[in-house]
């Protein structure tokens, strides 16, 4: 089965150009100006007018199942994924069960086989206890080990120092590790409940959850990664202070989400707790100089930290709605917003949402547009405006903070391993689930 994706403007390592692409079983076999058309596809996709890129891939995720399929599940948001251009990703382990045994971490691998539209992945969940099962897993299978050092997630908050010290020098993996402390955390909302109740105003979200909070918990990981040699990822960076204390030049990265760049608290007037996640969305400030470090290399990752909810859990303020957001249908449209913002580039976009994710996981044969690399492509076309109402919404939550909002780019297409699992043409009609485990090769 031979497919020519034809004549598109395409953005990888560095570079636009025009080109076609020719894919095999899968495969891309080749990049070209001008396609040997002696040999007849069987498939043609005209990419005139698009840009090409490579599939996006997600590195934080949450699709919620096992045990939470209310909100959202392995089929639902990886339909969602598709239609995002996203075609690989990562999932967390604060499932029901939570993803902290070898037996849970298979549970939700065979899941995915039968039921992901797009390429999956999922980290193994540090606890206070479980650092000795780490020896047990199959390195070629997970991104890495993902470590709450501030959360409500139960025995998935790690914060004794025995218990950090132990995760820290015994995962040779990444550690993607989500910082906040949860003292501070806990008397800011003491302090808040005096002054408005048991259920204070979501605008004041980000004073409780502060940016001292965060600072004090990314400090204490970055410590610990020097100390060890830890190949630390710090989850969802929200703070400008957090930026300056990455130590350039070492194993310690960051990640950036989607709602942190695009939004700030002052749109908790608008929207509430639609956008209420951990760590809080901060200030106008936080944001600008989060959207500088895109460039600069403080920042080596763009995820979403999709959280989907019911709309019904999301009422309330800083004590009752819950902390999470859907974003994944809309990241990458969001993300080429800033580009036309001049806020970065298009190809520090696919650096920062493809090639980066690939590099720093060790992602085998994804993340690129090569020779030999599976195909996956997402095509998106400038200047086609269009609005976000809530039948297009993909996600089983069937809602989104980005309602309402016009956008001027559009994904035309997606195509994971070869195969398109999503066409623009007939936005509700998806593939067979085609997804792929994804395989890795990390650097020890």
Partial sequence: MITLVKDGHIVNEGRVFDGSIIIEDGDILDIVAH??????????????????????????????????TEKADIASESRAAAAGGVTSYFGMPNTMPQTTTPDALEEKFALAAKKSLVNYSFFYGATNDNADTFAQLDATRIPGIKLFMGSST????????????????TC???????CEDTDIINRNMAEARKAWGDDPPVSL??????????????????????KYGTRLHIAHVSTAEELEILPPG?????????????FTQLDHERLGARIKVNPAIKTPVDQFLLRQALNDGRISVVGTDHAPHLLSQKQGGCGKAASGMPMIQFSLVTMLELVDQGVLS??????????????????ERRGFLRRGYRADITIVRPRVPWTVTPDIIVSKCKWSPMEGHEYQWRVERTLCNGCTVYNSDSPSIFADPVGEEIRFCHEV
Avoid: W
């Fill in 154 to 169: 139960g025995n998935m908050l790690v914060d004794r120092q025995q218990a950090l010290e132990r995760i820290f020098s």
């Fill in 172 to 178: 040779h993996l990444p550690l993607m590790v989500h």
């Fill in 346 to 363: 298009i190809t520090r976009l696919v650096e920062l949402m493809a090639h980066n994710p690939a590099r720093l996981f060790g992602v």
């Fill in 250 to 262: 070492t194993s310690v990265t960051a990640e950036a989400t989607v709602g942190h760049l695009y």
């Fill in 35 to 68: 396609p040997d058309l002696s040999v007849v596809p069987d498939n043609v996709i005209d990419a005139s007018g698009c840009y090409v890129l490579p599939g996006i891939i997600d590195d934080h995720v949450h699709f919620r199942e096992p045990g939470l």
């Fill in 205 to 226: 979200h980000a004073l409780i959850r502060s940016e001292e909070a965060c600072l004090s918990s990314t400090q204490r990981a970055v410590e610990l990664a020097k």
